[in-house]
């Protein structure tokens, strides 16, 4: 089992450009989170999905960033424009029921310049 | 608000010493806490939960309601305890909504 799987590792852009990060779950897994970890930081809850259903993105940024989950599956977080605040590390992770435990993938690093 | 505190960035211990990673909440309901870790190059992880009352890989934590404190203990560190630990809360929800504190960086030294 591969775990869930992130893309890319590491981003470097500049500002005002934008950006898009990919994450597979395990499979099987329903229930997927992004969360955002700056430096020095823990993780903060971006938003959960329930299938392809946002249950809860109270804490995304609205007016810059995104997210979908159009068949329940793969999820694509993007950011547009990108600003320098926004450098940070971005986790998906994935349960297999609403509250189950979590499993973290590697992260995606992005640097804005 | 629900809110995590973890006092230290940095403890270091030499291998065999007692460790105590500390962590206090704040929150008005009852509280699910956890403690996950995350190795050099390895991704977050969970290490243990307060419901579970397990003791993993030789750590323990108690769920102190009167201080309102979760700490992690070892009675004897390793070199492979060396890890990044995040204490974290949930309110009531299982895993749903994690809030994480910022973080302690344990170091075992030989």
């Given at each position: 089992e591969?775990g869930?799987?992130?893309?890319?590792?590491?981003k470097?852009?500049?500002?005002?450009?934008?950006?898009?990060?990919?994450?597979n779950?395990?499979?099987?897994?329903?229930t997927?989170?992004?969360?955002r970890?700056n430096?020095?930081?823990?993780?903060?809850?971006?938003?959960?999905?329930?299938?392809?259903?946002a249950?809860?993105?109270?804490?995304?940024?609205?007016?810059?960033?995104?997210?979908?989950?159009?068949?329940g599956?793969?999820?694509?977080?993007?950011i547009q424009p990108a600003?320098?605040?926004?450098?940070?590390?971005?986790?998906c992770?994935?349960?297999a029921?609403?509250t189950?435990?979590?499993?973290?993938?590697?992260?995606?690093?992005?640097t804005?310049? | 608000?629900?809110r995590v505190?973890?006092?230290?960035?940095?403890?270091?211990?030499?291998?065999?010493?007692?460790?105590?990673?500390?962590?206090?909440?704040?929150?008005?309901?009852?509280?699910?806490l956890?403690?996950?870790?995350?190795?050099?190059?390895?991704?977050?992880q969970?290490?243990?939960r307060?419901i579970?009352?397990?003791?993993?890989?030789g750590?323990?934590?108690?769920?102190?309601?009167?201080e309102?404190s979760?700490?992690?203990?070892?009675?004897?560190?390793?070199e492979?305890?060396?890890?990044?630990?995040?204490?974290?809360l949930?309110?009531n929800?299982?895993?749903?909504?994690?809030?994480f504190g910022?973080?302690?960086?344990?170091?075992?030294?030989?």
């Amino acid at each position: 089992e591969a775990g869930v799987v992130q893309s890319p590792r590491y981003k470097i852009i500049e500002k005002k450009q934008p950006v898009a990060f990919w994450c597979n779950p395990i499979s099987g897994h329903n229930t997927l989170y992004w969360y955002r970890q700056n430096l020095g930081q823990g993780p903060e809850l971006l938003i959960r999905y329930e299938n392809e259903e946002a249950v809860d993105d109270s804490q995304l940024p609205k007016d810059r960033f995104s997210a979908e989950r159009l068949k329940g599956v793969d999820s694509t977080l993007k950011i547009q424009p990108a600003e320098l605040g926004d450098s940070a590390v971005y986790l998906c992770a994935s349960s297999a029921k609403p509250t189950g435990e979590l499993f973290f993938g590697e992260g995606s690093r992005l640097t804005v310049l | 608000a629900q809110r995590v505190t973890q006092p230290e960035k940095l403890l270091s211990v030499f291998k065999g010493a007692p460790v105590e990673l500390k962590c206090n909440y704040s929150y008005s309901g009852s509280p699910e806490l956890f403690w996950y870790v995350q190795y050099s190059r390895q991704r977050l992880q969970l290490l243990l939960r307060h419901i579970s009352r397990e003791s993993i890989k030789g750590f323990t934590a108690d769920l102190n309601k009167g201080e309102t404190s979760f700490h992690l203990k070892k009675p004897f560190a390793q070199e492979e305890d060396s890890a990044m630990y995040y204490c974290a809360l949930s309110g009531n929800t299982g895993f749903q909504k994690l809030v994480f504190g910022t973080g302690t960086r344990l170091l075992v030294s030989p």
